[in-house]
């Protein structure tokens, strides 16, 4: 969901418990920056709006079902946007073909435990081939590489399952 029109739009999605929600917090693109990098003013000093949006999900998290949408392309953001919500899930696309790299955004959003990071590289998988006749097995082989690299930096950074 889009966090731009407010608390009030976004809760009867929230209301509903047993789903989870994913509100945009900073995406993947360059063009992101626009909007998403706007210095507000606050009375702790300024903050990006992206971190702004993770805040504000925090608060909205009162059914524990909030997660947070934050592009791959920009780890350090990713880093902290998980400093600022070290339990929610976040849902990181732009890995592979958005040039968002594996190592850096499992390193940078991974929550302490190893977990509630979830990786999307949807791109990389799909357009595997383009040969009709190895389609499947090259998508497959794309995404186990995939979970290879994700694996081996959790055992790298120590939150190896």
């Given at each position: 969901v889009n966090p731009y029109t407010g608390r009030d739009s976004l809760e009867p999605f929230f209301d509903y418990r047993d789903r989870g929600v994913l509100v945009l917090c900073r995406s993947s693109n360059p063009g992101g920056a626009d909007f998403q990098d706007l210095v507000l003013s606050g009375p702790d000093g300024g903050m990006p709006l992206y971190e702004?949006?993770?805040?504000?999900?925090?608060?909205w998290n009162v059914n524990g079902n909030v997660g947070l949408v934050v592009g791959a392309t920009y780890p350090s953001e990713l880093?902290?946007?998980?400093?600022?919500?070290?339990?929610?899930?976040?849902?990181?696309?732009?890995?592979?073909?958005?040039?968002g790299g594996v190592s850096e955004a499992v390193a940078s959003g991974v929550a302490?435990?190893?977990?509630?990071?979830?990786?999307?590289?949807?791109?990389?998988?799909?357009?595997?081939?383009?040969?009709?006749?190895?389609?499947?097995?090259?998508?497959r082989d794309a995404a186990s590489g995939l979970v290879s690299q994700i694996n081996q930096t959790l055992d790298k950074?120590?939150?190896?399952?």
């Open positions: 702004h949006v993770a805040t504000k999900s925090r608060e880093a902290k946007v998980r400093e600022l919500c070290p339990d929610m899930p976040i849902l990181a696309p732009a890995v592979g073909a958005q040039q302490a435990g190893g977990r509630n990071l979830v990786i999307s590289s949807s791109r990389s998988v799909l357009y595997a081939s383009s040969d009709r006749r190895d389609f499947a097995t090259s998508a950074i120590g939150k190896g399952w």
